[in-house]
C-alpha cells in the first residue's frame, strides 16, 4: 500500500470520527447507530434500518422538517455515504494486495494447467495433480486396482513457468508418451557441441490406467523455437511435431536424438 494512500485514508478516518462527534453532540444529537447505519448503507436507506434505528431517523426527519431544514439532513447523508464508499474501496484495494502472492498464483497455475494436459493426454485414466512443494517427484495409486482407482501425480509450483511455456509439457518416449514432471538443464560438452540441449526429467506414463515414474534424459535441438504455443509434442494431432529424445540414460537419449534428426531431415528432403 502506498504511503500517500495510507495517509489520506488516515486522514478520513480523523476527520470521520471528527464528523460522529460533531453529529452526535451539541443541538443535532444523532445516535451513533444511525450515523453507523447510514455510513454503511447510504442515502435513502432509512427503510432498511433496524426498528429502532427507523425510529430515531423519522424523530430526527420530522424535527428537521418543522424548521425548514431537510437540506441539512440531506448533507448528512451524502457525507456518510461517499465516506462509507471511500472506506469500503480502500479496504477492498488492501484486500486484493494483501491478498497477492507470486507463490499462490504459481502454484494455482501450475497445478490447474497440469490437470488440463495430463487429462487430455491420457483421457483413459484417472490422476489427481497436486502441488508439491517438498520435493515429491514419484507418483502414487490410489485404490489400486479398484474402479476408482486415481493417480496422484505431484508438480513443483514452478511447473508452468519451467515446463508447460517451454512446451515440455508433454513428449515422445520410446515407449510411449510421457507427462513431464520435472525438468532441469544441465550442461553437457558433447551435447553441447552436436548443437544440442540436454534436460534431467522426472517423467510419468502409464500402463492399464496405473501411472508410473521414470527419471532420465531429455535432448532437444538449440535452433529448436518451442514454448506452450509451439511444444514438443501435439496433443491434438497426437504426435511429435519437434524433434527431441528421451532414455533413460544421457547417452541412450543422445543416440536416440542423433537417429531421429537424420529420420527428420530425410523426411523433410523427401517432402
Known sequence: MQTDTYKNIQF?????????????????????KVIAHYIKNGTHSSYR???????????????????NSENIWKAFE??????????????EERKQIDGYSPLKNAKTKSKRQAQRVIDSAFPRSTSEIFSASNGDSKVEVDNEGRYNMSNLVPVPITWFKTIHLKGF?????????????????????????????AWEVTV?????????????????????????LHP???MIRDETVIPHSFGESLSKAFNLMNRRTV?????????
Open 169 to 197: 509439457s508433454i513428449i515422445q518416449s520410446p515407449k510411449g508418451k510421457r507427462f513431464v514432471m520435472r525438468c532441469k538443464p544441465v550442461d553437457v560438452q558433447y551435447v553441447d557441441e552436436a548443437g544440442l540441449n
Open 204 to 228: 510419468v506414463g502409464f500402463n492399464k490406467k496405473m501411472g508410473f515414474t521414470e527419471n532420465g534424459w531429455m535432448i532437444t535441438h538449440k535452433s529448436s523455437d518451442h514454448d506452450d
Open 78 to 91: 451524502h457525507y456518510c455515504e461517499d465516506a462509507g464508499k471511500a472506506i469500503r474501496r480502500y479496504r
Open 232 to 234: 514438443l509434442f501435439d
Open 12 to 32: 478520513l478516518l480523523s476527520d470521520l470520527e471528527n464528523f460522529k462527534a460533531h453529529w452526535s453532540g451539541g443541538i443535532m444529537g444523532v445516535p451513533m
Open 263 to 271: 529420420r527428420h531431415l530425410t523426411k523433410m528432403m523427401e517432402n
Open 49 to 67: 434500518a433496524d426498528a429502532d434505528v427507523k425510529e430515531q431517523i423519522h424523530s430526527i426527519e420530522d424535527r428537521l422538517a418543522k424548521s
